[in-house]
Nanobody
Framework: QVQLVESGGGSVQAGGALRLSCAASGRIFSTYSIRWFRQAPGKEREFVAYISFNDDSIHYADSVKGRFTVSRDKFVNTVYLQMDNLKTEDTAVYYC??????????????WGQGTQVTVSS
């Protein structure tokens, strides 16, 4: 089983930036991939971004395209979510989830603990 530990998050004003990290440990094969999901109060969990460890293919939700950037440091098995030009509607608990599914938009079998992102106007 792969363990995922998140860090980052916090509070920022609209237009600001934050970076989230998701460190993966355990036995990880090259076909692993990590997704970011978020869940706002009273709303369903939604997909944010995806990155594959195999070929670094990337996908984003339309709501974050052009503002969020997902990247990976393969030497430390850590995935980053750089969030720029944050909006109040980005306020949510952000989770990283990893697995071996080829579907970028479904959660993996491992989850991070979640980190709160709050954007104020």
């Amino acid at each position: 089983q792969v363990q995922l530990v998140e860090s980052g998050g916090g509070s920022v004003q609209a237009g600001g930036a934050l970076r989230l990290s998701c460190a993966a440990s355990g036995r990880i094969f090259s076909t692993y991939s990590i997704r970011w999901f978020r869940q706002a109060p009273g709303k369903e969990r939604e997909f944010v971004a995806y990155i594959s460890f195999n070929d670094d293919s990337i996908h984003y939700a339309d709501s974050v395209k052009g503002r969020f950037t997902v990247s990976r440091d393969k030497f430390v098995n850590t995935v980053y979510l750089q969030m720029d030009n944050l909006k109040t509607e980005d306020t949510a608990v952000y989770y990283c989830t990893g697995g071996y599914s080829s579907n970028p938009w479904t959660p993996g079998s491992s989850w991070g603990q979640g980190t709160q992102v709050t954007v104020s106007s």
